[in-house]
């Protein structure tokens, strides 16, 4: 309304309704878009380095793949005037097409998100270097073969790069450790954002011998920001469309409970979301404040979770660790959350892993693990266990039910490695076999590590003792050890065949472990014969423990003419023979004592 005094004052006047509506929309517009600003940009900082994360790992996995040997012949190859037939050789070789694949597969890893993946060598220039493989050097030489449309931007052997305008490349050349850029770069041509990875390659005589170079494109981060920006709009929309019907029904205005409703949006707008209003009445102006504190509370809850992801996403636990925690989700682990059982440990291994390791590549390698573990796994599962972890080429395993579970599993991956043999002999690979331990024992599971990194982990004197079983199947030629404890817990005892083989004790320890081997009937001819004298070989060692050395050596002998490949009969052969031949000392009680080291 407008009211006119005097000759030349005019003011214009609005209703106290409509004053309540302005300022509480203009108050709802500035703390809405500051906290929309807000959490934008928590969220694309944390997705930056999240995306940051990734560029790392994936130049840090695809240095390891490459082929320093095939670079470095590469390298031999450069020269900054080569014509383009000697370009077209080198591209054509099996150096290049090796590294080429190499860098294709890594790409494969983040298909929709790699850009562009090379490999370039530094020259005396610190400013120049040449390329030695662009990934899609091939891919564009096949389709101009075909007569396709292709890139006009490939690198090809011994194109320039200039470094000038990438100081971060250029510290990776001069300190030989692996980098990201700080920034995004942003691509033009096909209008993305991009981070760049770098990773030195080195050879066996610690010299470089190129750089690997990964560009990821942001589209899973601008999706992201799309969907919450989205989900912001929706919130804001609501919020103000709420103060709007609010402000209308009010009716009146109290000034001092529109300055304290504005000091509560102000605080709130500055990333302070515990904040709420306090409602000290019914009216409209407590409407107002239960209002806004239903919208802070759907905002805090958003928020908090957002963050509570972002802040998990380097965390992994088993779910069936987080069950025997009683934990309902990964957002409710805490460090330092534990629970105490008993349940049985399964430990195995791949022998002679190293030395068979030294005849494959570092992707060979990857390869025929994954192969391994892809059919071991199942059969853990199959049997209500759960991988606790993997260490190298072996496996540990949790049972938290039966000890039978944890024999079955053993038995069954026996099984799966028979299958996988056949199928490697049938490739010209050489057979693998594999010894595993299983005890039960109590156990401590919960977290370790910090708050900005946590493992599940298991602790206990029994896992320890798993671990040093698995390692005694070499010693005593076994495929599956236990021991007594676990084996009284079996409630199908006659399902798992075994013999008793000797006693051990942990040095340091008083405790005596009675250490069987768990026969699979359906394994080896050898295996087979195991379980046919079973009685003798049981009489053998009552004979042995009596200290009846001597009777015992003739037993083990008459055994072992029939089955020289036993290693348990050429231990105890061993064994009676020193004793009949030095005399039984003073303090032997018959028990080994091993070590956990």
């Given amino acids: 309304m407008a009211e006119r005094h005097g000759t030349n004052e005019f003011r214009v006047t609005l209703s106290l309704r409509v004053k309540v509506i302005l300022t509480f929309l203009l108050i709802n517009l500035v703390a809405s878009g500051f906290l929309a600003v807000s959490l934008y940009t928590i969220l694309n900082r944390n997705l930056f380095r999240d995306m940051q994360s990734r560029v790392g790992s994936l130049t840090r996995i695809g240095a390891r793949l490459l082929d320093a040997e095939a670079l470095s012949r590469l390298g031999v190859e450069l020269s900054p005037d080569l014509s383009p037939g000697r370009v077209?050789?080198?591209?054509?070789?099996?150096?290049?097409?090796?590294?080429?694949?190499?860098?294709?597969?890594?790409?494969?890893?983040?298909?929709?998100?790699?850009?562009?993946?090379?490999?370039?060598r530094p020259t005396a220039d610190p400013n120049t270097a040449l390329y030695l493989v662009d990934a899609d050097v091939l891919e564009d030489r096949a389709k101009r073969a075909a007569g396709e449309e292709t890139k006009g931007d490939i690198s090809h052997f011994g194109s320039s790069f200039d470094l000038s305008e990438f100081?971060?490349?250029?510290?990776?050349?001069?300190?030989?450790?692996?980098?990201?850029?700080?920034?995004?770069?942003?691509?033009a041509e096909f209008k993305v954002n991009s981070l760049t990875g770098y990773a030195p390659l080195m050879s066996r005589d610690g010299s470089?011998?190129?750089?690997?170079?990964?560009?990821?494109?942001?589209?899973?981060?601008?999706?992201?920001?799309?969907?919450?920006?989205?989900?912001?709009?929706?919130?804001?929309?609501?919020?103000?469309?709420?103060?709007?019907?609010?402000?209308?029904?009010?009716?009146?205005?109290?000034?001092?409970?529109?300055?304290?409703?504005?000091?509560?949006?102000?605080?709130?707008?500055?990333?302070?979301?515990?904040?709420?209003?306090?409602?000290?009445?019914?009216?409209?102006?407590?409407?107002?404040?239960?209002?806004?504190?239903?919208?802070?509370?759907t905002i805090q809850e958003y928020s908090a979770r957002l963050e509570a992801l972002l802040s998990?996403?380097?965390?992994?636990v088993p779910h069936e660790l987080l069950r025997l925690l009683d934990k309902g989700s990964i957002l409710d682990v805490k460090l330092g959350d534990q629970?105490?059982?008993?349940?049985?440990?399964?430990f195995s291994d791949i022998r002679s892993f190293t030395s068979l390791s030294e005849t494959m590549t570092p992707f060979e390698n990857f390869n025929f693990i994954n192969s391994y573990l892809r059919r071991m796994?199942?059969?853990?599962?199959?049997?209500?266990?759960?991988?606790?972890?993997?260490i190298g080429d072996a496996i540990m395993a949790l049972f938290p039910e039966r000890p039978d579970d944890a024999?079955?599993?053993?038995?069954?991956?026996?099984?799966?490695?028979?299958?996988?043999?056949?199928h490697r002999a049938k490739s010209g690979y050489r057979q693998i076999s594999i010894g595993t331990g299983v005890h039960t024992g109590s156990l401590m599971l919960g977290t370790v590590g910090e708050h900005e990194r946590m493992d599940g982990s298991v602790i206990a004197d029994a896992v320890n003792l798993c671990s040093r079983l698995q390692a005694l199947t070499r010693v005593y030629g076994a495929q599956v050890l236990t021991t007594?404890?676990?084996?009284?817990?079996?409630?199908?005892?006659?399902?798992?065949?075994?013999?008793f083989i000797d006693r051990i004790r942990v040095r340091g320890k008083k405790q005596t472990v009675l250490l069987f081997e768990v026969i699979d009937g359906e394994g080896s001819e050898q295996e087979r014969r195991k379980l046919s004298y079973r009685k003798e070989l049981s009489r053998a060692l009552r004979l042995y423990f009596a200290r009846d050395f001597s009777k015992a050596l003739g037993e083990v002998k008459s055994l072992r003419e029939s089955n020289p490949e036993d290693e348990v009969l050429r231990i105890y052969q061993k064994r009676c023979e020193l004793l009949v031949t030095l005399g039984t000392p003073a303090e032997w009680e018959g028990v080994e004592d091993i070590d956990l080291g």
């Fill in 484 to 499: 007594g404890r676990t084996l009284k817990g079996l409630a199908n005892p006659g399902q798992f065949p075994c013999r």
């Fill in 208 to 297: 470089i011998v190129g750089v690997l170079g990964i560009d990821m494109v942001d589209t899973d981060v601008r999706a992201a920001l799309r969907n919450a920006t989205l989900l912001t709009s929706v919130v804001i929309g609501a919020t103000l469309l709420l103060a709007i019907v609010t402000s209308i029904l009010m009716g009146s205005f109290f000034t001092q409970g529109i300055i304290s409703l504005d000091r509560v949006v102000r605080r709130f707008g500055k990333e302070n979301l515990d904040v709420r209003a306090e409602v000290r009445s019914r009216d409209e102006v407590g409407r107002l404040g239960a209002s806004f504190n239903a919208m802070a509370e």
């Fill in 88 to 120: 077209d050789a080198v591209e054509g070789s099996a150096d290049f097409r090796a590294v080429s694949d190499a860098l294709n597969a890594v790409r494969a890893v983040e298909s929709t998100l790699v850009h562009y993946i090379y490999v370039f």
């Fill in 377 to 390: 796994g199942p059969e853990i599962r199959a049997n209500r266990g759960f991988i606790d972890k993997y």
């Fill in 339 to 346: 629970a105490e059982k008993e349940m049985t440990v399964l």
């Fill in 407 to 422: 024999l079955a599993a053993a038995l069954a991956m026996q099984g799966r490695l028979r299958e996988y043999n056949v």
């Fill in 312 to 316: 998990a996403y380097g965390r992994f």
């Fill in 167 to 187: 100081p971060v490349a250029r510290r990776v050349v001069a300190e030989r450790i692996p980098m990201v850029e700080p920034n995004f770069t942003y691509d």
